[in-house]
């Protein structure tokens, strides 16, 4: 982890900086709140470049979040400013662009982040799941053609999985690449792709097989490709700040060069991917609930009813200790899986799984509990923690678990 971390440049700006662990402007709180400091137990360069995430997030998203929710706005020339960062790319080889950090980092630095813009920063996990996958099971052809404008996000990606028909089954995918020569040709229909409509590189998985898990390939489809379309933008609850369409493939011919790993492999890659992309989904839950925790503290403080504060209410006061309970269990979860999966653990998908679980419903109930502790006022737009509980929301529905888990 040390030395992954060393690789990680910090522009000279951010190098030596005190920065707030909490959160500022007219959502964060200047000073650094040491009962939840997600610093405690990291290395020095680790809490340097969270400082650099918890930064870019005070600064650059958390003034944005509320207008990019309502007006629906996908923040492309943001990330790529968090893209010159290291965030493009965080688990992906150097060489290609990336920052070469650990899983562990990873988590650290979505989970800064997302205290900035959930719905943002859970894009991003999924543009950087992706590039992982290309780097890890592409060969190197396609990881120097596909990897380096990703991890700069000059391109963006998304990961193809759901459809209409399938969605917990995702082995039984019915999209279909039926080979042609050097090509193949795709038909069939993929739903909710985030980014989808908006992104570059489509990570497809499809049917070159027969059924179940052993029949499906993974096949890279670029944006512009005849028979390539879009459904409409869907209206969501939350996460509004980055698309979700379905991704429609009708004869479309990608050519086999366009495969990553073997044929019958794209389970597999798929499923690869998605270990990390709960931990990092997870995390993204974990930037809410801190964010949730302090804006209820701060408000239990301002608040006056019964002529004192409600912050001197002891039934609030303990309410307010197991919410913060809660977010340092999910995060030690997640930290831990972060740690078995960089490790290649036996346990480690499963860990993977419980962790996103677990983390994904006890930051939900933070975030809920911390509207609850706002009143009538936390029920509108005008304070954020609304946006913290319709975003992280969608966290327990994708990214599946429960099948992972079973003992
Ligand atoms: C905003 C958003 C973004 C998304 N982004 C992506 C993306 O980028 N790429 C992608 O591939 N997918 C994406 N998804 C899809 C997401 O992964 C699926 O919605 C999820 O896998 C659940 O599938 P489903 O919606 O078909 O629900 P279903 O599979 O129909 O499940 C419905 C309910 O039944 C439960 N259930 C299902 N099977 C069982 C069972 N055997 N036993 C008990 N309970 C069961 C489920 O837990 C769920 O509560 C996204 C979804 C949303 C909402
Ligand atoms: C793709 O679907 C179209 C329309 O259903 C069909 O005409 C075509 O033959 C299919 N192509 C392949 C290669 O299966």
Redesign the pocket.
Known sequence: VLRAAQKFKLPAQFRGRTLCYGLIGPIFCPRCRSLLAASIGLNEEQKEFQKVAFDFAANEMAPHMAEWDEKEIFPVETMRKAAQLGFGGIYVHPDLGGAGLSRLDTSIIFEALSTGCVSTTAYMS?HNMCVWMIDTFGNDEQRHEFCPPLCSMDRFA?????EPGS???AASLTTSAKRDGDNYILNGS?????GGGETDVYVVMCRTGGSGARGISCILVEKGTPGLSFGKKER?VG?NSQP?RAVILEDCVVPVANRLGAEGQGFGIAMRGLNGGRINIASCSLGAAHASVLLARDHLSVRKQFGEPLANNQYLQFRLAEMATGLVTARLIVRHAAQALQEDRGDAATVCAMAKLYATEECFKVCNEALQMHGGYGYLKDYAVQQYVRDIR?HQ????V?SSVIP
């Open positions: 999924i998304s990961y193809c999985l759901t969605g917990s089954d993929k739903a909710f792709i985030s969501k996460w979700t969608v529905i994708l990214e599946g429960q």
